[in-house]
């Protein structure tokens, strides 16, 4: 049973820095991708930032050049480096991973709270 667990959110002035962690317990049959969504109040859930098995990435077009996605597989651990954040960056930020095992699996954390103050 795989499991993910964020950590790393929490208040942060506008242009600072945060960065969230997503580790993983439990094995993939066939990963297809891991990555981050978040959702502010009275918003839906958005997509901000993917990564493959290959280490491909995709971010969001309100991100890119501010946050950063990585994995290391050692310590079976996500990343999102959050830079020069903006108050329209504060939601909660779920990871997640999709596997493929007769069927596509979603799995998620139980979301980390962000917030950006002005």
């Known amino acids: 049973q795989v499991q993910l667990m964020e950590s790393g959110g929490g208040l942060v002035q506008a242009g600072g820095s945060l960065r969230l962690s997503c580790a993983v317990s439990g094995r993939f049959l066939e990963l297809i991708d891991m990555g981050w969504r978040r959702q502010a109040p009275g918003k839906e859930r958005e997509a901000v930032a993917l990564?493959?098995?290959?280490?491909?990435?995709n971010y969001t077009d309100s991100v890119k050049g501010r946050f950063t996605i990585w994995r290391d597989s050692a310590s079976n651990t996500m990343y999102l480096q959050m830079n020069s954040v903006k108050p329209e960056d504060t939601a909660v930020y779920y990871c997640?991973?999709?596997?493929?095992?007769?069927?596509?699996?979603?799995?998620w954390g139980q979301g980390t709270q962000v917030t950006v103050s002005a």
């Open positions: 990564i493959t098995p290959d280490d491909t990435s």
């Open positions: 997640y991973a999709r596997d493929y095992a007769l069927r596509i699996n979603t799995y």
